[in-house]
């Protein structure tokens, strides 16, 4: 049977809703209980089958700042190779990838992207679960497989993989679907400046006082549609380390409240702000705020949940 050749897919974008830290594992990694939400933000991927057996990368960044390396040290060629390993897959693969999200941003714009391409290898290898297994030429790979793989690259992958609205549980791998959360506009500012997770992990570790957020209270308010109480009940615990050092985030997100925004907070390890608002015209009011006195500091973007 004749199979394509080519895939295009998008890579959304996620921010943190909730972010707590339950504890420390013998290994070093964080215990975490999380609350992830897909963004309307996403990269374009596309992969192409190539007869050589090599995997390479090309791209473009689109209203993106900073470096991405295409070489073989990004995430995309790893997960493909990580694929062709793992299946004894002969075919190699092209990858160009249209970046959109920013780099380095608590984003997980690089997982998103290595997601896409575990995806878009096993749709081009004829691998999807929900395909006829008499035409098949390989055997089939499981969603759940999948996400085994896709969380030895990287902890946010499995989510990227599910996306929506999730609790992240474990270091990130163990996922519950949870009630979709509503469509609302959001803007994002990316502060100019680089966050090292691992140290924010290890300031974390020293702090002596934290407010920890009642993760299962937030999960029965949106079970509830309850949105008002969880705006206000919800907590990203390692804020406490990266607001600390770096002040812009508590200036963006008081300016935010200033504008009516329901919720504003850092996701993932920084230093991007999320700022969540009722309806486009408020957020465009704040949009034209923080442009004006970011915009020489911070990379800025209006988008929607």
Wanted: aromatic share 8%.
């Amino acid at each position: 049977m004749k199979h394509m050749n080519r895939v295009t897919l998008e890579a959304h974008a996620k921010i943190n809703l909730s972010l707590d830290i339950t504890g420390k594992r013998e290994d070093g990694y964080h215990e975490v209980r999380m609350i992830m939400q897909e963004l309307s933000l996403h990269d374009d991927i596309m992969v192409s089958k190539r007869p050589d057996g090599r995997v390479k990368i090309s791209g473009e960044l689109e209203g993106v700042k900073g470096n991405l390396s295409f070489d073989d040290s990004n995430l995309c060629v790893k997960a493909a190779k990580k694929m062709k390993e793992k299946y004894a897959i002969e075919d190699g693969f092209d990858i160009f990838l249209r970046k959109r999200i920013p780099i380095a941003a608590g984003l997980a714009g690089g997982s998103t992207d290595a997601a896409a391409v575990l995806k878009a290898v096993r749709e081009l290898e004829n691998m999807e679960p929900y395909k006829d297994p008499n035409e098949n030429e390989h055997k089939v790979i499981s969603d759940e497989e999948l996400s085994a793989l896709g969380a030895e690259l990287g902890a946010d992958i499995p989510y990227c993989l599910m996306g929506g609205t999730a609790l992240a549980e474990g270091i990130g791998e163990k996922l519950t679907p949870l009630k979709p959360f509503p469509h609302y506009p959001i803007i994002l500012v990316k502060p100019n400046f680089e966050i090292s997770t691992r140290t924010v992990y290890e300031k974390y570790d020293a702090l002596e006082e934290i407010r920890h957020p009642d993760t299962d209270k937030l999960i029965n308010l949106l079970d509830e549609k309850n949105y008002d109480c969880f705006f206000i009940s919800t907590k990203n615990v390692l804020e406490d380390v990266t607001a600390k050092k770096h002040y812009d985030i508590v200036e963006i997100e008081d300016l935010m409240y200033d504008r009516d925004a329901l919720l504003s907070m850092m996701s993932g390890s920084g230093p991007t702000v999320f700022s969540i608002f009722e309806d486009d015209d408020i957020a465009a009011r704040a949009y034209n705020a923080v442009k004006e006195k970011f915009s020489d500091r911070a990379e800025i973007i209006f988008d929607y949940i």
